[in-house]
């Protein structure tokens, strides 16, 4: 049995690790605002966004909680997910610029301003939108 320090991330801890960062940039959170809603330092959350660390069951339903989604989807599964659901992107191929606007969005507490801004990216998408 190797030493315990020489222990390799598996692939379920690094892909839990990239859902659970996905999720949490999406949500417009820091790591260290996950950490405080967990009662965890910000360096456990970086250890286990980088498999370096598991993620005890009740903690992953915890963040499945903060998260607003399931432990399911943060473990990869989509077969609960429908047909819809499933041909969508994942947050992880969400762009730093498409996050910094959702988070932006996201800030906007006014909802006619929030009507304003989707209006104009409408307006501005049209000419490369195709209708179907």
């Known amino acids: 049995m190797p030493p315990k320090g020489d222990r390799q991330p598996q692939e379920i801890d690094l892909l839990i690790g990239r859902q659970v960062r996905a999720f949490r940039k999406a949500a417009g959170l820091t790591m260290k605002d996950l ?38 989807i943060l473990c990869g599964e989509t077969s609960n997910l ?17 996050q910094r606007l959702l988070k932006a969005f996201r800030a906007i507490t006014s909802p006619a301003a929030q009507k304003a801004l989707l209006d104009l990216a409408d307006q501005m998408a049209a000419p490369n939108i195709k209708e179907k």
């Open 35 to 72: 950490a405080a809603s967990l009662r965890i330092t910000h360096q456990q959350v970086q250890k286990y966004e980088t498999g370096a660390n598991r993620i005890p069951a009740a903690s992953l339903n915890k963040i499945a909680k903060l998260l607003d989604t399931t432990e399911s």
């Open 82 to 98: 429908g047909f819809a659901e499933q041909k969508q992107q994942p947050f992880g191929s969400v762009g730093n610029d498409e």
